[in-house]
């Protein structure tokens, strides 16, 4: 069964860092895409970070040059650390990885359809 558990979320104030993880189970996460996902209330769920099989990156302009999507291999753990918050970054995040030809969400040349249970992140000013 596979699953995917964040934990690092929490309360920060504006232009602190959060390191956010994402424990895989059940799952290879380094022979997978695996990405980083946030949500707000009402709105639908925006990609933010990708990292594909082969190691490349990629991020969503909203968080360019302040959030680094990374792995642990050994530790089978997705990470994203947060630079530079803001109230805007104020949301759940989300792990994901890829399932299969089924997945519902499409990011950055990447399927997903494996999702965590959210971590919260509050930004405050």
């Known amino acids: 069964q596979v699953q995917l558990v964040e934990s690092g979320g929490g309360s920060v104030q504006a232009g602190g860092s959060l390191r956010l993880s994402c424990a895989a189970s059940?799952?290879?996460?380094?022979?997978?895409?695996m990405a980083w996902f946030r949500q707000t209330p009402g709105k639908q769920r925006v990609g933010l970070a990708v990292?594909?099989?082969?190691?490349?990156?990629f991020y969503a302009d909203s968080v360019k040059g302040r959030f680094t999507i990374s792995q642990d291999n050994a530790k089978n753990t997705l990470y994203l650390q947060m630079n530079s918050l803001g109230p805007e970054d104020t949301a759940m995040y989300y792990c994901?990885?890829?399932?299969?030809?089924?997945?519902?969400?499409?990011?950055?040349?990447?399927?997903?359809?494996?999702w965590g249970q959210g971590t919260q992140v509050t930004v405050s000013s």
């Open positions: 059940g799952y290879t996460s380094s022979s997978n895409c």
């Open positions: 994901a990885g890829r399932a299969g030809p089924y997945d519902s969400t499409w990011f950055a040349g990447c399927t997903f359809g494996y």
């Open positions: 990292i594909r099989r082969d190691g490349t990156t």
